[in-house]
Structure formats: structure tokens, C-alpha cells
């Protein structure tokens, strides 16, 4: 497991209590190695942080085995080749531009739910924001009890803890804001036209990108946490039969490979700014219009399952409240709330 306290992370070596000696010189090579864009010297790196060259050599060679690819040419120094996809809690937080969220950061090679891994910090009391990363989920969680299965190392497999002070009734909608950001975080990387199933799947020509789970612990009056965990396919090249014409990623949408950190980091950005606002207002309304905008659903047929009951009807609208608007096939006007049904197209398909 890899943590990084960002405010602490490009002090000085001394200031740092949470990352490792070796870890922090290993990212501060990294970061100027980055800033320079070109080949700077052993000898140099070894002046800057005060360390011999053979100090510097050692954590370029860990550097490379963690994936980074970097030239060494004698009398030239160091060069690093910043094109590859690599995750770790530095390039999570290298750079965001949030205040709180991903303040805290953890990241695992593999782990059994990066939920179940959040929730236990959320009990012990980390901060508000704190995000945990996974490579790997051994027995990662979907909704209505199913499981979340994503290839090691070419997805984006996170969760973040939240703190709001809201009643449970009002935390779904929090899933739905968690739900605009994605989307919005998708179509401003990769351009392509995502939208959102609702409640809180993210699709792109029909098929699954990004699932959200929320989870929370709660009194009857107020929340106590939030845990909004994300599963976004990002590079994945292929799926197995029995879900390839219900999933997709982005790779197979827009054929190019994505640097997940940076579509983290986007997608953490847009989610402080949208989480910021719900909480300043207190209701889900200033998000109806666009919630609407980016819904899949809005003007196509819809079959509605809740529990034993199916209802069809026509979606048209997003109440205040985030709830699904729909007229029935009687003319009644009705509403679907969150986490309560199952939607589907009229031939009972997925989108
Ligand atoms: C869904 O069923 O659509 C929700 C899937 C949510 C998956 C994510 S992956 C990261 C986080 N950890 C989990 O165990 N589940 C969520």
C-alpha cells in the first residue's frame, strides 16, 4: 500500500511523517525529472536533494520498477519518457487542483473492495475526502448485492469517504451528483458523449463505462459517512462473452488509451466542485437541468421494474429531488425514486 499526504508531499524531506524517506526522494526525482522535460545529471539531482549519486541511481532503478520508463546516457543523465499509464497515490494527487478531496490518499496493487477499505477509515475517523485506490478488487461490490469485476491495471477501481451533514433520505442524491461528475469528467477527457442511466450508470452507445456504489452509515436522523465508491472501464480491450454487449470502455469507444491518474484527478476535481455546491444549497434542484441534459433516458420508452412490478411508460423529466419524472401508459404522471427500481428500455434491455 502506497499513502501520500499531499500537503506534506514536496517539503522538504524533514517536514514529511507520512511518506516513507526513500518513497519521497524517489517522487521528488520524479517531479523535477517531469518539470525539466529533459536530461538532467546524477550529479545534479544528487546537489538539488542532497544525496550521493548512487542515492540518485537507486531510486531511478525503483522508479523503473515500478513502471516509469526513464533514459540514462552517460555524460547526459536522466530522461524521463512520461507517456506510460501509471497509477500510484503520487500521481493520484500530483497536481490535482482540489482542497479536500483526495487530501488523503491510498493506493493498494489489489485489495477486496476499495468500499469495504473506506468504510474501515471512515469508522477510525480519516478525513473527509479521503480516497482509496485499487489496482485490483478481489470481491469488488455492485449494486443490489452483485459483484464488480475489472481487470487488474487498466481501470480506475476508487472511493471516497464524504461527511456530509444530511439526512439518508438525502444521501442517494449524492450518488447523483457523484453520477453528472463522472460524465462530465469523461466528455471533457475523452470528448466522447457519455451520459448518465438513471439512477447512476454512466453509458456510452448503450452500453456500461461507470457503475457507482454508495454506501453510508447512519443514525435515523443524520449521516454519520458517506462512501461513494467508482468503477470506471478505462483501457480495457476486450470483455468476456457474458457481459461484451452490456459493457464497454473508453479505449473501445474512443480507441485511444487514457492516463487513468489524470482522469482520477478530473474526475475528483469535478466532483468537489458539484459536491461543494449541493452542500452550500442543500438540495439536489440546481442539478436537475443538467442531470436531464446528460440523461439517457429522457424522451425513450422506459420499463420500470420495482420489485414484483412492472410499470412502461415515457421518461420526460428530473424532479428537484433527483427522482426520475415519467408518464405512465394510463397518462399518469409519475416519479421513480432512487434506489428503489430497476429501469430498462421497453424490450427490457439494459439502455
Ligand atoms: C454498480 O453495480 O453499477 C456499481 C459498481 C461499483 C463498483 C465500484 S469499483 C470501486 C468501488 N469498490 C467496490 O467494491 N465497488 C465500487
Redesign the pocket.
Known amino acids: 500500500m502506497g499513502y501520500v499526504n499531499r500537503l506534506n508531499v514536496y517539503r522538504s524531506v524533514r517536514s514529511v511523517i507520512k511518506l516513507q524517506r526513500g518513497e519521497l526522494m524517489r517522487y521528488n526525482i520524479l517531479k523535477l525529472l517531469r518539470e525539466r522535460k529533459s536530461f538532467v545529471s546524477g550529479e545534479e539531482i544528487g546537489e538539488i536533494f542532497d544525496v550521493s549519486r548512487s542515492a540518485v541511481w537507486k531510486s531511478i532503478s525503483k522508479l523503473k520498477s515500478e513502471g516509469y520508463i526513464i533514459e540514462s546516457v552517460t555524460n547526459k543523465g536522466y530522461l524521463l519518457n512520461d507517456t506510460v499509464d501509471i497509477l500510484n497515490s503520487f500521481e493520484a494527487t500530483y497536481n490535482i487542483n482540489t482542497e479536500f478531496i483526495g487530501s488523503e490518499c491510498f493506493y493498494y496493487n489489489e485489495i477486496d473492495?476499495?468500499?469495504?477499505e473506506a468504510k474501515k477509515y471512515a469508522e477510525k475517523g480519516c478525513s473527509e475526502g479521503a480516497v482509496f485506490i485499487s489496482e485490483l478488487?478481489k470481491?469488488?461490490?455492485?449494486?443490489?448485492g452483485?459483484n464488480?469485476k475489472?481487470k487488474k491495471g487498466e481501470n480506475l477501481?476508487?472511493?471516497i469517504v464524504l461527511k456530509p451533514q444530511i439526512t439518508p433520505m438525502e444521501a442517494t442524491q449524492i450518488t447523483l451528483v457523484a453520477g453528472i461528475s463522472v460524465c462530465s469528467a469523461l466528455r471533457k477527457m475523452t470528448g466522447l458523449d457519455a451520459k448518465i442511466k438513471w439512477p447512476?450508470?454512466i453509458v456510452l452507445n448503450g452500453k456500461?463505462i461507470v457503475?457507482?456504489?454508495t454506501e453510508m452509515s447512519a443514525a435515523i436522523e443524520n449521516v454519520k459517512y458517506v462512501v461513494v465508491?467508482?468503477?470506471i472501464n478505462v483501457n480495457s480491450e476486450n470483455f468476456s462473452e457474458e457481459i461484451q454487449n452490456k459493457a464497454t470502455s473508453l479505449y473501445l469507444e474512443g480507441k485511444k488509451k487514457i492516463k487513468r491518474a489524470e482522469l482520477l484527478k478530473c474526475t475528483l476535481s469535478e466532483f468537489e466542485k458539484n459536491y461543494k455546491i449541493y452542500l452550500e444549497n442543500g438540495f439536489f434542484e440546481p442539478f436537475s437541468e443538467i442531470y436531464k441534459q446528460l440523461c439517457a433516458n429522457i424522451g425513450k420508452r422506459i420499463k420500470i421494474i420495482y420489485k414484483d412490478k412492472i410499470i412502461f411508460g415515457m421518461a420526460y423529466g428530473i424532479s428537484e429531488n433527483g427522482e426520475l419524472l415519467f408518464e405512465d401508459d394510463n397518462g399518469n404522471k409519475k416519479k421513480a425514486l432512487s434506489g428503489e427500481v430497476s429501469v430498462r428500455n421497453e424490450n427490457g434491455e439494459y439502455v
Open positions: 473492495s476499495t468500499n469495504d478488487q470481491n469488488g461490490k455492485g449494486r443490489l452483485r464488480w475489472a477501481l476508487f472511493s447512476n450508470d456500461k457503475g457507482i456504489l465508491g467508482i468503477g
